[in-house]
């Protein structure tokens, strides 16, 4: 599938990974954002055919309306569904200032909404004769590592629904992929860890996974982390316990 001329709905394009695939993508289709706060205008005004639905991920409501509209508006159905924003949370539950709050959000937006989204676009994905759903996953969601401990279990839940889902919709016209990232030069990792990949380089990589048809697109260091998870799960585990990733 050549992603051109498409209309996809994308989340999270206001920074990160998301905002340089509204930038990669936005010129050539139709980029209907799910988020709360709308990207920089610069981003809008190089995307002709953006659309921005305000939207709280992680609350169901807000995101039932986002579905609503998209429905409404696109009424011979979308091709794609990257379900890219994440949040991360990094007090452990051992830091005082650990909030109990946080682990509901935390699950909402990196599971929950991905979900809802999933079963709520079905009917509209269904509609093209080929279509996709991508989920931005992390090498975390492989092995984790002792801080932000929901971050992981979502994305190791995320994992789990994509292989799920990719077997119920085996034999229809609806592709689902995943793709793992590595430590990314995002606002989310700003002070953390070292060699992270552009946020540029991963939306490429994604693009080119989505485009080529590949079912779990391991970019960067997530490749080596899931050779030697493989290999050794007890190596991979320390060494995702001795660094940030």
Not at 19 to 30: E, H, M, Q, R, V
Not at 78 to 88: K, T
Not at 92 to 114: Q, V
Request: net charge positive; aromatic share 2%; with cysteine.
């Amino acid at each position: 599938m050549k992603l051109e001329n498409k209309t996809i709905v994308l989340t999270g394009a206001s920074s990160g990974v998301g905002l340089d695939l509204l930038n990669a993508l936005g010129a050539s289709n139709t980029i209907i954002n799910l988020s709360r706060r709308a990207p920089p205008k610069v981003a809008v005004q190089l995307s002709p055919r953006f659309v921005h639905i305000a939207t709280n991920l992680a609350d169901a409501a807000s995101v039932d309306r986002a579905i609503e509209a998209i429905t409404h508006s696109c009424p011979d159905g979308v091709d794609g569904l990257i379900n890219c924003a994440a949040v991360q949370f990094l007090p452990k539950f051992t830091d005082s200032d650990f909030d109990p709050a946080s682990i509901a959000t935390e699950i909402a937006i990196n599971l929950i909404s991905p979900a809802q989204l999933i079963h709520g676009l079905l009917s509209s994905l269904r509609k093209r004769p080929e279509s996709f759903i991508l989920n931005v996953n992390s090498g975390l969601g492989l092995v984790p590592k002792k801080e932000s401990a929901i971050y992981c279990a979502t994305k190791g839940g995320l994992d789990n629904l994509s292989r799920g889902l990719r077997a119920q919709l085996d034999g229809t016209s609806i592709r689902v992929q995943q793709a793992f990232l590595p430590l990314v030069d995002t606002p989310m990792t700003a002070g953390r860890g070292s060699g992270k990949l552009s946020s540029q380089e991963v939306a490429r990589q994604i693009i080119r996974g989505i485009e080529c048809g590949t079912p779990d697109n391991d970019i960067g260091k997530a490749r080596l982390l899931r050779a030697i998870n493989r290999l050794s799960p007890s190596i991979a585990a320390a060494i995702m316990q001795k660094g940030d990733s």
